[in-house]
């Protein structure tokens, strides 16, 4: 399989089966890990942010009614406000990354509190066994 970098900042979604939820979340995990082996603060912290964006995607993938996706196709809306109207009870995650994201120097703390949110944020997701449930449990701190 080949490696896609983080770094691509448009993020692949599936079609909604059981198999591309797989290798989406892999991909997530992966991302994840790129993470976690960033050299600084601020690298761990955007980093995170790619991953959480890519757990959204999968979500909104999986969620998002088609004419929700082709709406964001033709006009950018952000991530975390498609997230929130779309999963309401992932709106506690979308605030979170919503609001971390806008902070320009992330001290190590909040890069590694934002890190666990991440973790949590993809095991939450990876926990759901179906296409089915994608989006029906996604507080924060769960």
């Known amino acids: 399989m080949a490696h896609q970098s983080v770094d691509d900042p448009s993020p692949v979604v599936g ?4 198999r591309s939820l797989r290798a989406e ?8 890990v790129e993470a976690e082996l960033a050299l600084t603060p601020a690298e761990r912290f955007e980093a995170a942010h790619r991953c959480a964006r890519l757990i959204a995607a999968v979500v909104l993938a999986h969620r998002a009614p088609a004419d929700v996706r082709a709406a ?3 006009r950018p809306t ?6 929130a109207r779309t999963a309401p009870e992932c ?13 320009g120097d992330p001290s190590p703390r909040l890069a590694d509190d934002v890190m ?7 095991v939450q997701v990876e926990s759901w ?12 701190g769960e």
């Open 15 to 18: 079609s909604g089966t059981g």
């Open 25 to 32: 979340l892999h991909r997530a995990r992966g991302a994840l």
């Open 72 to 74: 964001a196709r033709s």
């Open 78 to 83: 952000p991530v975390w406000l498609l997230l």
């Open 91 to 103: 709106g506690e995650w979308a605030a979170f990354f919503a609001f971390t994201e806008r902070i």
């Open 116 to 122: 666990r949110e991440v973790a949590a944020f993809l």
């Open 129 to 140: 066994r179906s296409d089915d449930q994608v989006g029906q449990s996604c507080d924060v």
